[in-house]
């Protein structure tokens, strides 16, 4: 009843008044006052639609009508019902606009297509991964822009489930993982996700596990072998039994110093392995490093020691004497007879150096940024001849890197390489007041 108390009182004071004419002055002067009635409201009703209908085409740039009774109240609900309505806009526009600007940041390519898939938006990430510029291309058919067979298909099958997985068509060297997201009425979203790492990862997981395989084959093969041999002989003559034992002894050793490289890497790679510094007394570590290589080489190289540095290092003992003793024992191995092999420790720029330094044949440039890699060899061959397992180095760069440090590698095919670590000017301490202290030569002066 809210609504019509109003103009049934109006109507019922306009009959009331055209009786009192009537009984007064007759009916002529009752359907008189009736008729100007109806004229005044017909030109009241006729200016407020215009004043509606003015301010309905322009809204932001005309004022709201004022005016009293029903189109009053029909004026106020309207300016109410616009006020909601630009709030509930200016909420929209903003909850647009940090999804756009969420967007932007996202680091995923992120496509919107229309029912006919054409472009309606994209991020810039999408330039990057697929080529695609959101000022230039809105509008265009995706399938004219990315014309590879497998991606139409893709487009095609409409398989939200389904992921594509390809390489970018701007850059062979990024892999990309496509997906199709319903969005909205008739819309989609295409993804665009760079998983080259972890198909880099991936990668490496299976040439791991198939290098791991072809190491334990080899030995696993020759000590069966081997005991199949002795098994079927038993009276074969003592020296050949023994060669057949070395052997088997050999490969074993081979499988355990494998397992126990694996079990080192395991342990570095672990979140829950913390790193423990300690002092660590480099020239001390160094001497018995020296002395490693010597019972290492028999005699067939020349060792040499080159203290230039008192300095300490803080870190992990037994993980710092791991990484040295794999830089001098690979040394050895891949060093002719009547070689050198020399252990420097110093300072330079304010970072520890400690550097070996072989003659060997060294290494071609295009095979340094991969030697740290598991399993990576340049001549297989000879490693399994000098009894490397093909981790050694990878085991070094973890150990470095936990302790902030880096591995450099200089070689010159023909004339030999220098491995060096070096460690970070806040690795570096003096040696503490109790410790005893190895007299070290002078600059430049080599140590026996």
Not at 62 to 83: C, E, H, M, N, S
């Amino acid at each position: 009843m809210g609504f019509w108390w109003r103009p049934l009182g109006v109507l019922a004071s306009v009959l009331l008044v055209a009786l009192f004419l009537w009984a007064g002055w007759g009916w002529v002067a009752a359907l008189g006052f009736l008729a100007g009635i109806q004229a005044f409201v017909m030109l009241r009703r006729l200016w407020q639609e215009y004043r509606l209908s003015r301010w309905l085409e322009s809204p932001d740039e005309v004022d709201p009508p004022d005016a009293t009774g029903t189109w009053g109240d029909i004026f106020y609900r309207l300016q109410k019902l616009q006020r909601r309505q630009r709030a509930s806009r200016s909420e929209l526009s903003n909850a647009l606009e940090q999804f756009e600007h969420a967007a932007m940041a996202v680091p995923d390519g992120m496509v919107i297509l229309n029912g006919n898939e054409q472009i309606d938006w994209c991020n810039p990430a999408s330039r990057k991964y697929m080529g695609l510029d959101c000022e230039r291309d809105r509008g265009q058919f995706v399938r004219y822009l990315l014309r590879q067979a497998h991606f139409l298909d893709f487009l095609d099958a409409s398989d939200y489930s389904r992921r594509l997985v390809c390489k970018s068509p701007l850059n062979r060297e990024l892999t990309l993982s496509l997906q199709l997201v319903p969005f909205g009425e008739g819309k989609k979203l295409l993804v665009a996700r760079d998983i080259t790492d972890l198909d880099r990862v991936d990668a490496m997981r299976r040439d791991f596990i198939a290098n791991v395989s072809h190491e334990l084959r080899t030995p696993l093969t020759v000590v069966g072998g081997f005991v199949e041999t002795l098994a079927d002989a038993p009276d074969l003559p003592r020296g050949e039994s023994r060669r057949y034992f070395d052997l088997m002894l050999d490969h074993t050793r081979r499988m355990q110093r494998l397992l126990d490289d694996l079990l080192t890497l395991s342990r570095l790679e672990s979140t829950d392995h913390t790193l423990k510094d300690e002092p660590v007394n480099v020239a001390e570590l160094a001497h018995a490093l020296k002395s490693e290589a010597e019972s290492l080489s028999h005699g067939r190289h020349r060792v040499s020691l080159q203290l230039d540095s008192s300095a300490w290092l803080k870190g992990n003992l037994q993980e710092i004497r791991s990484a040295l003793g794999n830089l001098v024992s690979n040394a050895v191995r891949y060093t002719p007879d009547g070689g050198e092999i020399t252990l420097t420790w110093r300072e330079r720029e304010g970072e520890g150096v400690f550097s070996v330094t072989d003659t060997g044949e060294g290494i071609a440039a295009e095979h340094i940024p991969r030697l740290t890699e598991r399993f990576y060899r340049i001549d297989r061959s000879r490693s399994r001849e000098t009894g490397g397992t093909g981790l050694g180095l990878a085991i070094v760069k973890h150990v470095l890197t936990r302790h902030g440090a880096r591995l450099e590698i200089q070689s010159i095919p023909g004339k030999g390489s220098t491995f060096s670590a070096v460690f970070p000017t806040q690795r570096l301490m003096s040696a503490p007041p109790s410790a005893t202290v190895i007299p070290f030569p002078a600059q430049g002066q080599a140590a026996g």
